[in-house]
Every structure is written in C-alpha cells, then in structure tokens.
C-alpha cells in the first residue's frame, strides 16, 4: 500500500516535466514550500492532474470520498473511513465494481506527482520504512481516480500486485502504487479509454531499474514525532537489514 508520499520539487518543474500549469497562480507559493513526508492519514492536500482538465495542476485533498459526500461532512467521513483505509488506496482489481471506484473509472482518472513515496518492511513484528525514488530524481506519476466534493477534489493512490523489488520491500501485503511509464502518462487521462485500455496501462510495469530504494528513519511511522524534514529521505542503515538488497 503506499500511505506516505514525499513532493519536494517546485511547482514550475512540475509544469514544465507534465506540461501543465497551476490552475491558480496565487497558490504557488504554498506548493513551492517542499513536503518531505505527506502522511496520507493527515488528509494533506497535494497537487493531481485531472482527467477533465489535464491540462492543469489542481489541488486534491487524498483521501477519495463517494462524490455524495456532503463537504461539510468530509472530516467526519474521513474519521470513519479511518478503518479501512482512509480511501487513500485504491485496489485496481477493484476498480470497475467497486462502489466508489466505477464512477470515477472512466471519466475521472487523475496523476499525482510525487518525488518518491515510502513502504514498509516487516522484520521480527518491527516495521522499517523504505524510500523509493527514481534514480534521475526526476517526478514519478502515479495513478489515480478522484471525485468532487463540492468545491473540493479527492483523490486516491490505485495498487496492484507487486513487482519482485517491491515484493521484497512490502513483504507482507506484497503490493505497490501504480507508476505511469512517462510515454503513457497522457494516454492514462484519455477520455475516450475503454476498460480494455486502462486495464493494459495498469498492467504495464514500471522499470524497477530506474528506481532506488533505501531504508530511512523509523520516526517516519511515529505520530510524536515531526517528520516532515529533509533528513527523513536520508539513508539509515539497520544491521538487521543488511542482506536485502
């Protein structure tokens, strides 16, 4: 599953590596403001590219509501849906029958723009959480469906089984984000894709050589501590560790 996301790259490099703009200029600042680790139960808001205006950055708040969620009543849904999930994830074997999800499937697909995202490894009942970003540290796109709730975007983070690499990581769910090969990116926000067709983009395997995973800071699970800071993506040796990867 991926909880935890990381966006430190300014809103002008997304524009021009995704060829869109801000829909809003005056919110550049606060998107230009780095997020080291966005915890997704948190609720943060981050920037997605909708099917409907792919043309554009717009805010999403992750975490996907059904779209006959009142906005006033969001916050409460959230501290419900908590128990399963947050809709933070999304299964893609799911994804045209389940009851949120098919109403988002063809018409509201989105990519979330990330610079890497964090996965747990499960060793004697104790969690380690792995960084993963591409090795040109270049954005990743992964994909996404959202509904409207109101004024507001929710989006969530679809998964499918696990490549051998992140089989290796994730040890125990044995599952992944889905990441977009960047030829594909635009044919994901197609309006005229069939079910055959996000089917096989979904299917399609990111290339596990151009990414690099390591372990990092445990605080990262912690709700005590602050770890929204740079050093959260340092690379942290555990000996216990050592014969992975």
């Known amino acids: 599953m991926c909880f935890h996301t990381s966006q430190t790259k300014k809103v002008v490099e997304l524009e021009h590596r995704f060829n869109v703009n801000l829909y809003d200029d005056e919110l550049r600042d606060d998107f230009d403001i780095p997020s080291y680790h966005l915890n997704g139960f948190d609720h943060p808001k981050m920037l997605v590219i909708p099917q409907e205006e792919p043309s554009i950055l717009t805010i999403g708040r992750w975490g996907i509501a059904p779209s006959k969620t009142l906005p006033e009543n969001l916050s409460n849904y959230y501290k419900d849906a908590v ?20 109403h988002s499937a063809l018409t509201r697909r989105c990519i979330i723009p990330v610079t890497g995202f964090y996965e747990p490894h499960e060793y004697k009942s104790k969690k ?6 591409r090795t040109d540290n270049e954005a990743l796109a992964l994909a996404g469906l959202y509904t409207h709730i109101g004024e507001y975007v929710t989006f969530t983070i679809l998964t499918k089984d696990a490549s051998p690499m992140f089989a290796e990581i994730h040890n125990k769910r044995k599952r992944q984000p889905i990441i977009l090969k960047q030829e594909f990116e635009k044919e994901w926000l197609r309006d005229d894709l069939n079910e055959n067709g996000i089917k096989e983009l979904i ?5 596990d050589e151009e990414l690099e995973a390591y372990t990092v800071s445990r605080d990262l699970f912690s709700p005590k501590i602050i770890s929204d800071i740079k050093s959260i993506t340092n690379n942290i040796k555990y000996p216990e560790l050592a014969t992975l990867f």
């Open 128 to 133: 380690y959480p792995y960084y993963i970003h």
């Open 83 to 102: 128990r399963y999930g947050g809709g933070l994830n999304a299964q893609s074997e799911k994804l045209f029958n389940h009851f949120i999800y098919k």
């Open 203 to 207: 299917n399609l395997q990111f290339n």
